[in-house]
């Protein structure tokens, strides 16, 4: 597996995973332009994405698409209701509509749903006989039902998109501040470090914090929240980096 976070934040997410014989790009936001350059970086012909995943349909996941699909054909997997809140799509030949699965030869995925405002917001969980991906982001909460399926996987993408005392005293108007905090939000930086106590097991080699606000947080405040809770419970904290907004960070690359 190959797996790199080419962008993560509020300007523009997009993350490259390559497992056996398919490249995958989960999300496309930024712009095509940085996209076909990022993949470049990691010695990938953008000509060669094959399939493409959206999470939901917000800007910052979606807003390189319409153009990346001018110039190249990958397949794109989306839910029903995603479709219709993109119109571009409509004369697109290479759409597959997905409701809970998806099979790319002996990859499974499962498209599990989360509480954001958007429609039928969701995140992945990538399957081999050998390896598991989690893809966490954009979720106010992660119910407790999923545990299971999350636990114990190799590689965790986790939100941890806020700190609460830097939203709480930070120039947001108070609208947004419940936004942003609410169960259609974003996980903050505790939230996020609890979540990952009660998933992180023996095969867990690397956690990659994504979604950082360049507002109201900061890679260190994520960092330490992590590494405190893991200490309080004391558990042992695997590998752990943050993504960036404007830079690639390796997950793996085997």
Do not use: W
């Not at 997997?77 to 099979?103: C, G, P």
């Not at 966490?136 to 996987?153: E, N, Q, V």
């Not at 169960?183 to 994504?210: M, P, R």
């Amino acid at each position: 597996m190959r797996c790199f976070v080419l962008a993560s934040g509020s300007e523009g997410n997009s993350t490259y995973i390559e497992i056996n014989n398919h490249k995958i790009l989960i999300d496309m936001g930024k712009n095509a332009k940085y996209i076909k350059d990022k993949l470049k970086e990691i010695n990938v012909d953008p000509s060669s994405i094959d399939t493409i995943l959206i999470s939901h349909t917000h800007d910052d996941h979606t807003s390189a698409l319409k153009t990346f699909i001018r110039s190249f054909h990958p397949n794109i997997y989306l839910t029903e209701k995603m479709y219709y809140e993109l119109d571009y799509l409509k004369e697109y030949e290479n759409v597959i509509i997905y409701n809970d699965d998806i099979y790319l030869d002996d990859i499974y995925i499962d498209a599990i749903r989360v509480s954001h405002d958007a429609p039928d917001a969701r995140n992945f969980i990538l399957k081999t006989n050998k390896e598991k991906l989690v893809y966490i982001t954009d979720t106010g909460y992660l119910h407790r039902k999923y545990f299971d399926k999350l636990k114990d996987a190799d590689y965790y993408l986790f939100e941890s998109n806020h700190d609460i005392e830097t939203l709480l005293n930070g120039p947001y108007p108070k609208f947004l501040k419940i936004r942003v905090s609410g169960t259609v939000g974003h996980l903050n930086n505790k939230d996020a470090s609890f979540y990952l106590t009660k998933l992180v097991g023996s095969n867990t080699k690397k956690i990659v914090l994504t979604h950082l606000s360049k507002t109201n947080n900061k890679e260190e405040l994520a960092i330490n929240m992590l590494e405190e809770t893991f200490k309080e419970y004391e558990l042992e904290l695997p590998p752990h980096v943050c993504a960036k907004q404007n830079e690639v960070v390796e997950v793996v690359n085997d």
